[in-house]
């Protein structure tokens, strides 16, 4: 019976930007429409419990959709007259589109747009396109339920004032929206591949999303390398997810981990995928990350890691995307090239010159850094010090465990 029930919620979490995107193409209002596809879910998940799966699923959840839609639009105020008039022309309208149709690309430009920040881009999307629940996105972001659903619902109502279109044309600024989509699903990819807060250090729930995403966006633009690049990133990083923990959820650093058992399909898949885009125009950042991850992939053992070529490409990443973390990943590579002195000297300089070990995004990782090059160097009181303070910034729980062993020198 358990079995069956989590068929029928991933059917319906697969469903839910379908019934959605139908509905904002018929009628409009973002944020009525999605109350309504929710209803209609909800409705699917308690009857097809007791009765199973209806001959065609997504038909039934539009028509239930659509009716709830009518009763709201009727039930609003003058300002909704319009669209109740234009309801009621049409009483029987059939409202079924073809069953391989599919709105999630253009759901997921509709929540990317320009009027909204980033946190609630993604929180829109997760809940739009990815069909997470506000619990769920919340428990993502270590926020409470009720601050997130006012969030989202502030972002609806962004979106459903700017007159947003659910269609769009060579007038919507399509690089503009493009630019901000692979930023959301890059940002949903980093955070369910290492959570900021909870007792888990990844949610596959997330991960897998965002690469369910990219590839339907990189169907939208085959001709654009940079979504490619970013498919690629997230398939290679995604590759050694069974080897990052151990049983008891206790984290396995990268140069520990049972290469062997990385997913070869996927490290494949992402290599060919990069090869064929790193030509094609300017390098931008998901290439050269995506770049970075098949030299990671590509040694079978870890001493074989090509890291001089690793820090050249954090260089030039650090060109195209100069922020704090970049930054500390090209620290990592020096030192593995280098030596841990000159990767010390270099963050030195960097945090001279960005306060990376004050900077609330990149001090938790400046300080672990830190730690492991002053061990390497045979300072251990001062990196004991630094990974405990490592540990003590981190909301992270088996992140926080493996900075506080190293501390006691395990």
């Known amino acids: 019976m358990t079995a069956r029930h989590d068929a029928i919620e991933d059917l319906l979490r697969t469903e839910a930007p379908q019934v959605l995107g139908a509905l904002v193409r018929r009628f409009g209002h973002f944020d009525i ?70 709105d999630s690309l253009n759901l997921l430009l509709l929540c990317c747009h320009p009027a909204l920040s980033s946190a609630s881009r993604v929180a829109l999307t997760l809940r739009a396109v990815g069909g997470l629940t506000t619990a769920e996105i919340a428990h ?62 990844s949610r596959t729930d997330l991960t897998g999303e965002a690469i369910r995403l990219a ?42 981990q049972d290469r062997t058992r990385w997913d070869q399909e996927a490290i494949q898949e992402g290599s060919d995928l990069i090869r064929t885009a790193w030509s094609q125009g300017n390098v931008g950042t998901y290439r050269l990350q995506a770049a970075i991850a098949a030299v990671h992939a590509s040694a079978a053992v870890a001493e074989e890691t090509d890291w001089e070529q690793i820090a ?17 990943a090209r620290v990592v590579a020096v030192a593995h090239a280098f030596g841990p002195a000159r990767a010390n000297a270099l963050l030195e300089e960097l945090d001279r010159d960005h306060g990376l070990l004050q900077q609330p995004l990149t001090r938790h990782r400046a300080h672990a850094i830190r730690a492991h090059l002053r061990e390497a160097e045979g300072a251990v009181a001062a990196a004991r010090e630094d990974f405990l303070a490592a540990a003590d910034m981190t909301k992270n729980e088996p992140e926080s465990r493996y900075l506080s062993r190293k501390a006691d020198g395990e």
Request: proline fraction near 7%.
């Open 140 to 201: 993502a972001y270590g926020v409470t339920e009720q601050t997130m659903a006012v969030r989202i619902s502030r972002a609806k109502q962004q979106i459903r004032k700017s007159g947003a279109r659910f269609e769009f044309t060579a007038d919507d600024d399509f690089p503009g929206r493009l630019f901000a989509v692979m930023r959301v699903l890059y940002l949903i990819f980093n955070e369910g591949y290492t959570v900021t807060t909870g007792a888990e250090l």
């Open 215 to 256: 590839r339907l966006l990189r169907t939208l633009v085959p001709d654009d390398p940079e979504p490619a690049g970013l498919l690629a990133l997230m398939l290679l990083i995604d590759s050694r997810r069974a080897t990052r923990t151990t049983a008891n959820g206790d984290l396995i650093p990268l140069a520990e």
């Open 33 to 102: 429409a999605e109350e309504a596809a929710q209803d209609a879910l909800f409705a699917a998940s308690q009857q097809w419990r007791q009765d199973g799966l209806p001959e065609h699923p997504r038909s039934w959840l539009i028509r239930i959709a659509y009716r709830r839609m009518i009763d709201t639009l009727r039930a609003e105020s003058a300002d909704r007259r319009r669209q109740e008039q234009y309801v009621a022309s049409e009483p029987n309208a059939p409202f079924s589109p073809p069953p391989d149709h599919d």
């Open 312 to 328: 050249a490409l954090y260089l030039a990443l650090e060109q195209v995307e100069p922020s704090g973390l970049v930054m500390l």
